[in-house]
């Protein structure tokens, strides 16, 4: 008898990796790589690692998520949240593996006072936003058995991140200056690896399917 496939968990290290290494224990054996261990802006490197773990299924939470940055970055940005994707679909489908994959509200224009609906139409204003929409249409393209988790602002004790940023600066000054031409819901890290977990039980069960959902 065959040992279980494990769960290959990618972006161990950041915000919400680290969580969904807690959260993925009770499904199975999880094998967790950082960015040392697995480096999405080398191809032949996913490859080569997906091929030898021979996981039943993908949970990919890395990305290259410096806004900013991806304005001038863009060769790296592309690499990570286009390129990598779809390379983790094609592979995944070659060995009968399922992905989970985490893209974010910025595939959206910000227009409107409604919460973004799963069906609604995409329309990136940044390059952040447009790398990761590549991604998602890259995985669907790919013929793999895929989820696909949009969701926003997440925050955690780890790493850096808005809500940190606030009440480190709260604690040393008097006022803050804050932008107010952006709205979002900050959201855990450690609810969206757990609600990650129970959807990946109910995956399974219900035999895989493909889709997008937004979770935040």
């Known amino acids: 008898m065959s040992a279980p496939r494990p769960i290959l968990l990618t972006g161990a290290n950041g915000q919400l990796g680290w969580e969904l290494h807690r959260a993925l224990q009770p499904l199975g054996e999880v094998v967790a790589l950082n960015r040392a261990a697995l480096d999405l802006a080398q191809p032949d490197q996913i490859r080569a690692r997906i091929r030898e773990l021979r996981p039943s299924l993908v949970v990919n939470p890395a990305a290259f998520t ?44 910000g227009r409107g006072s409604a919460p973004w609906r799963e069906d609604d139409a995409p329309n990136p204003v940044n390059a952040y936003g447009a790398t990761k929409l590549a991604g998602e249409r890259a995985i669907a393209q790919s013929d793999c058995e895929y989820l696909i988790v949009r969701t926003s602002w997440v925050y955690s004790l780890r790493g850096a991140n808005f809500l940190k940023t606030i009440v480190r600066l709260a604690q040393t000054r008097d006022s803050l200056r804050i932008v107010d031409d952006q709205v979002g819901a900050p959201t855990s890290a450690s609810f969206l690896a757990d609600l990650s977990a129970q959807m990946i039980g109910r995956w399974r069960r219900s035999g895989g399917s493909a889709g997008v959902l937004h979770a935040a």
């Open 66 to 109: 410096a806004v900013d940055r991806a304005e001038t970055e863009t060769e790296l940005a592309r690499a990570v949240n286009s390129d990598a994707p779809g390379i983790l679909a094609e592979t995944c489908r070659a060995i009968g593996a399922a992905l989970l994959h985490y893209s974010t509200d910025y595939v959206f224009d």
